[in-house]
């Protein structure tokens, strides 16, 4: 009983995750075949809500993963998950200037592409064991896709901090009393990068260490 109450949250979880994911993707496609570049300056109008959404769900991955509910590295997936929280809900969601910039277009795409890549899978390892293409899929294209959504990221907080600075120019308060947001975010950037470095690492080792597990069992068939 215990363990069917599991499997129909952990289906219920990513079935959610996925559809969300689906929705921002249709959406921004055919909002962009539709109205070309004109798209792009509202794509967070559009998908906002629901991106925000998906996002904040994502942190459960933590609990699942920490208490056994799902098999894989924590760290990386902490990185990629308290990266894009900051990054949602301090910068774009903090700014509405930038909300409005070509870059957030990129960087919802290449977050839903990554999301698209990993709830598929998730969804199947649950009932069965993914096929060699699958795992090979999962496993492989995030490395092109993942450092690109990285540098989306950077770009988005280069471009966020002029504004950030006029606001805290115009403060009459002094600086002791607030945290100095335009600092906060250019130590970010070090950190974005050495998070996304070892989150690579981790990533590649596991996608070895998968794709091995996978060519000895079929060896030994």
């Known amino acids: 009983m215990r363990c069917s109450i599991r499997l129909m949250y952990l289906f219920l979880y990513n079935l959610l995750q996925f559809c969300g994911h689906t929705w921002i993707f249709a959406n921004m496609t055919a909002r962009f075949l539709s109205f070309g570049g004109d798209a792009l300056d509202d ?106 959504s990285v540098l989306a990221e950077g770009v988005t907080v280069f471009q966020a901090l002029p504004y950030f600075r006029s606001q805290n120019a115009g403060l009459t308060q002094p600086p002791s009393a607030s945290i100095h947001l335009p600092y906060l975010l250019q130590g970010y950037l070090p950190l974005l990068a050495a998070g996304a470095c070892v989150a690579e690492w981790q990533l590649m080792r596991d996608r070895r260490q998968q794709l091995d597990t996978w060519n000895k069992k079929l060896k030994r068939k």
């Open 43 to 148: 794509t967070f109008y559009s998908v906002g809500v629901v991106m925000s959404s998906c996002q904040l769900l994502s942190a459960l991955e933590l609990f699942h993963i920490a208490d056994g509910l799902e098999k894989g590295p924590l760290l990386p997936r902490f990185v990629q998950v308290t990266e894009r929280i900051f990054l949602l809900f301090v910068v774009i969601i903090g700014e509405e200037e930038i909300q409005t910039k070509p870059i957030v277009c990129a960087l919802f795409y290449l977050w839903n592409v990554l999301g698209l890549l990993r709830y598929p899978h998730q969804l199947m390892c649950l009932f069965s064991t993914p096929s060699l293409n699958m795992l090979w899929v999962h496993h492989t294209l995030w490395i092109p896709v993942y450092p690109l």
